[in-house]
Every structure is written in C-alpha cells, then in structure tokens.
C-alpha cells in the first residue's frame, strides 16, 4: 500500500486514514493486523535502517521512529480509528 499520491509526495490524512481502513487497499488487514504489519514486517523494518544508497549518501528514513509510529497507531486504535474529515 502506498503512502505517497506520488514519489516523495504524502498522502493527506484524510485519504491516508481511508486507504488504512480499505480492506481492498491494505492486503485485506483489520487494524490490528496493521499494526501487527507494521511491527514485524522485514521491509517496514527496514526502511527505519535503509543503509546507505548506490549513491553512496545514506538512504532517507521515515520521519519519526519506528516506535512513535506504534505508539501512534496504538493510540489511533485505542480512539477508534477515526479519519479527519479534511
């Protein structure tokens, strides 16, 4: 499932929220598979230790931590997962 609308470019919360929720969208995943997903997935792991780029400059990493995003997701959860209207 892709986060971005296109390369380097962030889905909005809104439509970000939605697509987590499309069971069509997200590999057929209720939240908590999501969650589960997004601790223990090699490549979500990953992306927090991406290495360094046949560029030889270190690859970008998500904008917060692979912790900060559980606890986030935990959270959003925990609310009832609900999306921003806009």
């Not at 390369?7 to 809104?14: D, S």
Request: charged residues 10%; contains cysteine; aromatic residues 6%.
């Amino acid at each position: 499932m892709a986060w971005e609308s296109a390369p380097g470019v962030p889905l909005a919360g809104p439509q970000l929220c939605a697509n987590l929720l499309n069971k069509q969208l997200n590999g057929n995943r209720t939240p908590q598979d999501l969650l589960h997903h997004l601790a223990t997935e090699p490549l979500v792991k990953w992306s927090y230790n991406p290495g360094i780029g046949q560029n030889g400059k270190p690859r970008t990493t998500p904008p917060i931590s692979q912790a900060a995003l559980l606890q986030a997701f935990e959270q959003w959860m925990a609310d009832g997962t609900p999306c921003p209207s806009n």
